[in-house]
C-alpha cells in the first residue's frame, strides 16, 4: 500500500512559477511509475506528466516545454516544475503511482492505470 501527499499548489500571477511535490510512504517508491494529473471544473482528468521507474517521461502537449516533472528516489518523492503559468493551467493537481518492474519504462496517459491517488492540491492562476 502506499500513500501519497501532494504539497506546494496555490494561487500564482500568469507568468510565475510553482513546484508540487508529492511524498510516497513506502520502501520500494523507485519501482514506481509516477505521474501528475490535472482537473479543472467540469473537465475530466489529464495527465499532465509522467515518469517511469526507469526515469522515462511523458508530458502533455500543453506543457511541453513549460513544466519538468523528476523524482528523488532517496526522498520517495516526486515534483512538477511548473513555469510560465497560464490561467488554463488552474486546476487541482493529483499525484499517482502504479507499481511496476524496476527501470521499466512505463508511463500510461489515462487515469486508469495508476492505482494509488494523492487526495490533490489546487493551483489557481490569475491573469
Known amino acids: 500500500q502506499v500513500q501519497l501527499v501532494e504539497s506546494g499548489g496555490g494561487l500564482v500571477q500568469a507568468g510565475g512559477s510553482l513546484r508540487l511535490s508529492c511524498a510516497a510512504s513506502?520502501?520500494?517508491?523507485?519501482?514506481?511509475?509516477m505521474a501528475w494529473f490535472r482537473q479543472a471544473p467540469g473537465k475530466q482528468r489529464e495527465l499532465v506528466a509522467g515518469?517511469?521507474?526507469?526515469?522515462?517521461?511523458k508530458y502533455a502537449d500543453s506543457v511541453k516545454g513549460r513544466f519538468i516533472i523528476s523524482r528523488d528516489n532517496a526522498k520517495s518523492t516526486v515534483y512538477l516544475q511548473m513555469n510560465s503559468l497560464k490561467p488554463e493551467d488552474a486546476a487541482v493537481y493529483y499525484c499517482?503511482?502504479?507499481?511496476?518492474?524496476?527501470?521499466?519504462?512505463?508511463?500510461?496517459?489515462?487515469?486508469?492505470?495508476?492505482?494509488?491517488w494523492g487526495q490533490g492540491t489546487q493551483v489557481l492562476v490569475s491573469s
Open positions: 499517482a503511482a502504479r507499481r511496476t518492474l524496476r527501470g521499466s519504462s512505463w508511463v500510461q496517459s489515462t487515469p486508469t492505470g495508476y492505482d494509488y
Open positions: 513506502g520502501r520500494t517508491f523507485s519501482d514506481y511509475a
Open positions: 515518469i517511469s521507474s526507469g526515469g522515462s517521461t
